[in-house]
């Protein structure tokens, strides 16, 4: 894996924690966890996700659905593939800062 890509899935994860309802997660940082950039390009994606897990309860999106809100930001959508890890990492992320449903 290269370094590139380790930083942007530690983006993707900070980025979900952002978009956690507060006080969920509290920073002691006075920082960014992620530039502005970053936050721009990856806070739309996360947010359909955080939304779909919060408001209706959902542990998976349509592929298409966040590839057309990468295309939409980004002028650019990934394989669905890339995509759907990328879902997973953010799922998994609320699923453990903010669990939704009992362990079986």
Known sequence: MQIEECILWLSIIFITI???PQP??????STP???AETKLQWKGFCALIANA?????MAWLPVKTLQLEQMA???VAEEP????SW???VF???EVVSPQWPRV
């Open 18 to 20: 952002l978009c956690t």
């Open 24 to 29: 969920t997660i509290v920073r002691w940082s």
């Open 33 to 35: 966890p992620v530039s």
């Open 53 to 57: 897990y919060y408001t209706r309860g």
């Open 73 to 75: 930001v980004t002028g």
């Open 81 to 84: 593939a890339v995509v759907a």
């Open 87 to 89: 879902m997973r990492l």
């Open 92 to 94: 998994a992320t609320l």
